[in-house]
């Protein structure tokens, strides 16, 4: 099970940005607390595994909102984007960052966007993958 860091100053990774309902271990940093990780990460591999241990979300993680990211490829056609954006904002998710490249017929990218809990992505990312043309939507 998780340790109780209540009181212990800690930051989420952004390797893996974990969100609640991820499976989640901690690192402590030597001068930085504790980092969040998601437990399957593979920057924990190579750390001192007595420094690693398993964690858990509290009932208030302290952030209402997460930074997720998401790789995507559709075969490019017009209002992509768009389509992209409504699934979002009907899910209320904020879209913080777009990095999308056509390369003649095939858009590969990724996407950052603002979610409360990983609940959330999951039906993001099936609502993406149903969009015409995606062929790929995954969790970076």
């Known amino acids: 099970d998780g340790q109780n860091l209540e009181g212990v100053p800690f930051s989420m990774a952004g390797c893996c940005n974990p969100?609640?309902?991820?499976?989640?271990s901690g690192y402590v940093s030597l001068g930085r607390g504790v980092i969040?990780?998601?437990?399957?990460?593979?920057?924990?591999?190579?750390?001192?595994?007595?420094?690693?241990?398993?964690a858990r979300w509290s009932e208030k993680s302290g952030q209402d909102t997460f930074l997720c990211s998401l790789r995507i490829h559709a075969w490019d056609r017009p209002r992509l984007l768009e389509d992209i954006s409504h699934v979002l904002a009907?899910?209320?998710?904020?879209?913080?960052?777009?990095?999308?490249?056509?390369?003649?017929?095939l858009v590969r990218g990724q996407i950052s966007l603002e979610l409360a809990?990983?609940?959330?992505?999951?039906?993001?990312?099936?609502?993406?993958?149903?969009?015409?043309?995606?062929t790929l939507v995954e969790r970076l």
């Open 117 to 134: 809990e990983v609940d959330g992505l999951i039906n993001i990312s099936a609502e993406l993958r149903s969009l015409e043309g995606v």
């Open 19 to 24: 969100l609640p309902g991820d499976e989640i």
């Open 36 to 54: 969040v990780h998601r437990a399957s990460c593979s920057n924990l591999q190579p750390l001192e595994k007595q420094r690693v241990f398993p």
């Open 90 to 105: 009907e899910r209320g998710s904020s879209l913080s960052e777009v990095d999308l490249r056509s390369d003649q017929e």
